[in-house]
């Protein structure tokens, strides 16, 4: 039985349903699930929706894509960079999948090839993400694909002191131009967080002060420090004025950690921000007063947030804020089906009885 099923009422249609259903999960395996236009679900199944990224598209997805095309450079010893996001697919879900689709750039020699990069969301509200496939377009995986897991160790402490040469190496600041995946890496962390709130000219602003890793092995050449397959990040950064503990020039921290698995090719990026708490006191006439209130209002068109929720987004975070609003809709959802479910039994009972 496919569990995205949502049954029908009557036990007539059940076993149709199901059927249904897995001849549209079949019709969508038959491409990876990445070219899924003019494949329809039946209704009653939990579709996997496309959408096209000619005119727009989510900061969050753009990221998503380079952090495929870091995996696939860490494999292969290549250099391609993001062109564009052509479309990407996903449930309708909080946590979800995403097979993206993009057009990148070989730095070295300027050619242009399309790539497929397949992406699992592990937890909402913090990067905990699996990269499962990226590679070009027209090649095909061996193996079925298998619904992965995160990694079940917890990220390691912010450490006292970074004194210790053989256990941590200090990134030099020319090194962050040669290893854009360090910026990769904070943006994630950050888009993660502000998933709905942040744009592309947020993130620009970003300046990372230090950036420390620790690996495994002890005593590695820069070079191999820097590729290492298991790593933890360590980024002090500033720039974001969005924050809601921070100004645009205090410095905050952030730690990541990467596993690369070379048999099965799986990258898991694992991160969050350290010592934030988006829940704070604020006086209410001083943000009202505040560039944070005016910075809401011209964002409200873009957030689609009624003007009531304008504080909450401005104040909390549009991750606090659409956390809110996903609690309301879940709760009118099961109520609205509860009702429905009981509408439908009083029906059957009456005509029963009739």
Known sequence: MDFTV?????????????????????????????????????????????????????VLVKRYASAGLHRYNMLEGTNFKLGAVTKYNKLQNFVSPYYITLLAQDSVSGSHQTFQVLVDEQRVGRLDIIVEIARPRGMTTKEPHIPSFSVADELPQWPD???????????????????????????????????????????????????????????????????????????????????????????????????????????????????????????????FNSPAHTDAVRRAPELLLPPYMLPAAAVYGSRICCRRICVNFQIWVKLSSYILCVFWIFQICVSHET
Request: net charge negative; hydrophobic share 40%.
């Open 6 to 58: 949502i049954s029908r009422f009557g036990a007539e249609h059940h076993e149709m349903l199901c059927r249904e259903v897995n001849d549209y999960w079949r019709r969508l395996d038959e491409s990876d699930r990445f070219d899924v236009e003019g494949i329809e679900a039946p209704l009653g199944a939990i579709p996997l929706i496309a959408y096209d990224c000619q005119r727009r598209c989510p």
């Open 161 to 287: 002191s970074f004194s210790d040469t053989n256990r941590f190496y200090l990134m030099k600041q020319s090194e962050f131009l040669n290893n854009d995946w360090i910026y990769l890496y904070l943006e994630l962390v950050l888009c993660k967080i502000e998933r709905v709130g942040i744009s592309d000219s947020d993130l620009s602003k970003l300046k990372i002060v230090k950036a420390v890793i620790e690996t495994k092995e002890d005593m590695l050449p820069p070079d191999e420090i820097l590729n290492a397959k298991t790593a933890v990040v360590y980024i002090t950064f500033k720039g974001m004025a969005k924050a809601q503990v921070a100004g645009e020039h205090d410095e905050r921290k952030a730690i990541v950690r990467r596993i690369l698995n070379e048999d099965t090719g799986r990258l898991s990026l694992m991160g969050h921000l350290i010592g934030e708490n988006p829940y704070i006191d604020i006086d209410p006439v001083t943000f």
